[in-house]
């Protein structure tokens, strides 16, 4: 695995392979990886010839300092389950490589930016779309892949690409678990084991609003009423936000007609989870 820090060193290597007819499948991630990223990056081996990966912590997609301040750092692990997977290419750059002048770039992503993840947390997806944008510069992708555990951060970089009128393909992935339901995320490390315990009230209540769902309700006020009830019964559990929405465009529904998305954010003790399913 070759592993780069410098942009110019990294954008030539991969033009000399492109050149060479290769394709490339990228993964860019800030690291602390796991299943769910590594289930990404097997994808995209399997779907290209050369997989990049890059691990950046982006400052500018963090709202809130202490969570930019505590978010885990774990390079040398970070780097060889990469080479247990065969990653051909590591870029892991600093923060003044990656942006050596202040940053002006706004994106305008109208409604899709505007709702849950946007409205509670400013900024953030104007950080994501920039460091987005400038990695697939430098990588030069032929596909790139994301995790649908994140549904409005990939809704909001395939509105990135058609804005930019970028020619690659974003390759959505299904959200990876553990064996007992927790949607994988680098915050998991964060909770104790008590709180970890309570995190299952994001997936049991996704699955008890599916089971609801097929037994024919289609009020999503009813359903985010039970909802909450359930969550409220684990221990240090606080909901930020429960969406019913169209998976096109995020905005909110009132009546369960057609494929819904419920999304949902609980913040156990002082970490915030996020799931999602369609219904």
Known sequence: MKVFSKIIETTAFIKKQKDLGKTIGFVPTMGALHEGHLSLMRQAKSENDLLIVSIFVNPIQFNNKSDLEKYPITFETDSRLLEEIDCDVLFAPTAVEMYPEPIVKNYDFGPLGDVMEGLNRPGHFNGVAIVVKKLFEICFPDKSYF?????????????????????????????????????????????????????????????????????????????????????????????EYINFCDPETLEDINVIESETLLAIVVRVGETRLIDNTLL
């Not at 990135?160 to 690659?168: R, T």
């Not at 959505?172 to 007992?180: G, H, L």
């Not at 994988?184 to 996704?206: D, E, H, V």
């Open 147 to 239: 995790g649908e555990k994140d549904f409005q951060q990939l809704a909001i970089i395939n509105k990135l690409v058609k804005m930019e009128n970028l020619d690659i393909e974003i390759v959505p992935c299904a959200i990876v678990r553990e064996s007992d339901g927790l949607a994988m995320s680098s915050r998991n490390a964060y909770l104790s084991i008590s709180q970890r315990a309570s995190a299952l009230c994001l997936s049991k209540s996704l699955n008890m609003a599916r089971d609801m769902v097929d037994q024919g309700e289609r009020n999503p006020e009813i359903i985010k009423l039970k909802m909450e009830t359930f969550i409220g019964t684990f221990v240090e559990t606080n909901i």
